[in-house]
C-alpha cells in the first residue's frame, strides 16, 4: 500500500487520522474500511486508533488511575485506624488476644473504628472492649 510508495509511518497514521476526521463513511463501507484496516494492522504491525478511540482510551486510563488513587486512600486509611485501635489496645493492656486483633482487622468502617479507639482509651480492660467489639 502506502509504505511501498515511499511514504513514512508517521505520514500514513497522519494521512489516517485526517481520513477518520473528515470521512463519514456509510455503514456498509465503513465495515470494508475497519476490515481493510484490521487487515494492514495485522501485516504491518502497525495499530491505528481513531481520534474517538484514542480519547476513549485516554479518559479510560485517567478514570482508571483516579479510582485506584481513590481506592488506595481509603484502604491507607481504613489500615491506619485499625492499627490505631490495635496500638492503644497495646499501651493500656501490653497483651491484646489475637481473636481481637482479627476482629478489628475485619472491620472496614472507618466511623466505627473510630470509636473502637476512644473505646480503647476508656475501657477497663480487655475483656470490656471485646463486648464492644462484637456489638
Known sequence: M???KGYKRS???ELFRFM???LALPQDLEIGYETQMA???EGSKL???SRFEQRAMERGIEQGIDKGIEKGIEQGVVAAARQSVVDVL???FIRVPRRIIAGVNRIADVKKLRALVRTAAVV???KEFERHLSA
Open 39 to 41: 487487515d494492514f494492522e
Open 2 to 4: 502506502l509504505f511501498g
Open 124 to 126: 477497663e480492660n480487655v
Open 47 to 49: 495499530t491505528y486508533l
Open 90 to 92: 497495646e499501651t493500656r
Open 11 to 13: 505520514q500514513v497514521i
Open 20 to 22: 477518520d476526521y473528515v
